[in-house]
T-cell receptor, first 112, second 113 residues
Framework: QQQVKQSPQSLIVQKGGISIINCAYENTAFDYFPWYQQFPGKGPALLIAIRPDVSEKKEGRFTISFNKSAKQFSLHIMDSQPGDSATYFC???????????FGKGTKLSVKP | SAVISQKPSRDICQRGTSLTIQCQVDSQVTMMFWYRQQPGQSLTLIATANQGSEATYESGFVIDKFPISRPNLTFSTLTVSNMSPEDSSIYLCSVGDSRMPQHFGDGTRLSIL
């Protein structure tokens, strides 16, 4: 019930391509879905987040697509750049005081 | 967003010793969290620390091993006690409440010999 399943574990994309990372959850009480980006030696940085009352949110090259009925959400990185190479974590939370439940992470490599 | 500073940034410790990690935030926050991230793995919540109350520990983590202090709204410490090689991890502090999403410090990289 508390799990967040993330795929793929690793992803290699050519520069300029689209990177897609998927997450699925089971707990329908989750009401906040952030994505974090982590570079080696750094803490996770909040990238973009969505609430279940919208189906899509876009910030620059980053888009979250949210499918409430399927209990799935995904991160799309358009025009992927080598500087996007990092580990990406999806997460879910119940309520404003709730704890974040993290997926296992996706290591993205963007080849020049 | 809040600026979070952790000290030390890394350390190498001997088996059986204890290390206290400090987390300082540049603004007052209600909730502070401590996570563990083992090499190449995801983040696991150790405990939630609210000012003025006892920390709440997640399953698998106990106060005797990971005592936490939260003396005010901008500071917290996590102690890793009686360390063993299995405690080698990155320990991360984060802050977040109803006003802002959760933000992380850069972590403390701990190696136990």
């Amino acid at each position: 019930q508390q799990q967040v399943k993330q795929s793929p574990q690793s992803l290699i994309v050519q520069k300029g391509g689209i990177s897609i990372i998927n997450c699925a959850y089971e707990n329908t009480a989750f009401d906040y879905f952030p994505w974090y980006q982590q570079f080696p030696g750094k803490g996770p940085a909040l990238l973009i987040a969505i609430r279940p009352d919208v189906s899509e949110k876009k910030e620059g090259r980053f888009t979250i697509s949210f499918n409430k009925s399927a209990k799935q959400f995904s991160l799309h990185i358009m025009d992927s750049q080598p500087g996007d190479s990092a580990t990406y974590f999806c997460a879910s939370r119940v309520g404003s005081q709730g704890n974040l439940i993290f997926g296992k992470g996706t290591k993205l490599s963007v080849k020049p | 967003s809040a600026v979070i500073s952790q000290k030390p940034s890394r350390d190498i410790c001997q088996r059986g010793t204890s290390l206290t990690i400090q987390c300082q935030v540049d603004s007052q926050v209600t909730m502070m969290f401590w996570y563990r991230q083992q090499p190449g793995q995801s983040l696991t919540l150790i405990a939630t620390a609210n000012q003025g109350s006892e920390a709440t520990y997640e399953s698998g983590f106990v106060i005797d091993k990971f005592p936490i202090s939260r003396p005010n709204l901008t500071f917290s410490t996590l102690t890793v006690s009686n360390m063993s090689p299995e405690d080698s991890s990155i320990y991360l502090c984060s802050v977040g409440d109803s006003r802002m999403p959760q933000h992380f410090g850069d972590g403390t990289r701990l190696s136990i010999l």
